[in-house]
């Protein structure tokens, strides 16, 4: 399989490894999510929103508290959504495959880090572990721009995926008040968005 | 224009700002590239491209010579081609277009980069322009990824843009060889890559 990526003089075999992972990254630019693009003329790619997360990293930063390192949460939003490539997007909204997406993403990880030599698949493992766990800051923080990108997206896209059957501003506050934890200010404009988006009727209101 | 972002209460002016510029970027989404995925299914987007260059930043960074700073290369890849959301994708081949490229993306940068607070307009233009400069070791990097990832494209998918009339390994050669500048041994795998596509007939041979 290696021999693929084509040996030569001068060229280590650790750098071999090293493509076969680049190149089967190419993937993620296949997987769709949910969140369609704002013009909504289509749903954006995994890899799409990755890039997106980085610059709301960098232009957002300022927001964190506590204060993050800028650098680590530009690997972690780099890093956060391969495993996708061979688990697919799990919808934010869907109880049935939420249930088992940890599951399914643990073996995605396991196969596709493993394309690399041993201490980066421990590194990029570790990477992915920590945003997961959302414990130190940089992951918390990663998590909530996770969270608020397709917000922003449905907000000025006039609705996306909150028109889905069965959404509604109170499952939507639960799973994105995360944002808080990481930046009260993101989240006060999160909040403010969905409090408008009910009232502009994009949004279903909590049910009686 | 601002009020489109939403004011409220516990809403800096300045997230506004800065949410305009981020809403902005979504449009780099639909600027396409020559390079085709690797699955030849469809040309890659631009934000897409600049996600890949981040990964590849991540695993490739221990060939960097000298060692590079790689949070820095990753704010610099992010933000590389965020001129193109006005300026468009300058095929590296088309030479009546490379003419007025620099002009078209300053252009791109003056009125892009405006959108957020002053602060973070001239942080981003410094980023921009170190790129393009390309004298510091971090932005030689970036740029050495930059011209590596359609080499790889190219190859791993069956030829892509090489099939350009007009284009031979010459021509191929004279463009990649920055990347010899920041990493000897990335220079190395692309000089072979170049020499096989010859070979395998991906590329033409340099005109007699």
Redesign the interface.
């Known amino acids: 399989m290696m021999g693929k990526f084509?040996h030569?003089?001068?060229?280590?075999a650790r750098?071999l490894k090293?493509?076969a992972?680049?190149?089967e990254?190419?993937k993620?630019?296949?997987v769709l999510r949910r969140t369609p693009?704002?013009?909504n003329?289509r749903p954006?790619?995994d890899?799409?929103h990755?890039?997106?997360l980085?610059?709301?990293a960098?232009?957002?930063a300022e927001?964190a508290e506590p204060p993050i390192?800028?650098?680590?949460v530009?690997?972690l939003v780099?890093?956060h959504d391969?495993v996708e490539i061979d688990a697919g997007d799990t919808f934010l909204y869907d109880d049935s495959r939420v249930l088992d997406q940890l599951e399914r993403e643990r073996d995605a990880a396991a196969r596709l880090f493993a394309l690399?030599p041993d201490d980066?698949a421990c590194a990029f493992r570790a990477l992915w572990d920590e945003f997961i766990a959302s414990e130190t800051p940089e992951a918390r923080f990663a998590k909530a721009l996770d969270r608020l990108q397709p917000l922003?997206?449905n907000y000025?896209s006039g609705g996306g995926t909150w028109k889905t059957p069965g959404v509604n501003s109170a499952i939507v506050h639960q799973r994105k008040r995360v944002i808080g934890l990481a930046s009260p200010?993101?989240w006060?404009?999160g909040e403010?968005?969905l409090a408008?988006a009910v009232e502009d009727g994009l949004l279903a209101p909590p049910p009686d």
Do not use: N
Not at 8 to 12: A, C, E, K
Not at 69 to 72: I, N, W, Y
């Open positions: 084509l030569g003089p001068g060229v280590p750098l090293q493509m992972f680049l190149l990254m190419d993620l630019k296949t693009l704002l013009d003329s954006e790619t890899a799409e990755c890039w997106e980085a610059v709301m960098i232009v957002l927001y390192d800028l650098g680590h530009l690997k780099a890093v391969i690399l980066q922003l997206h000025f200010t993101l006060r404009y403010h968005l408008r």
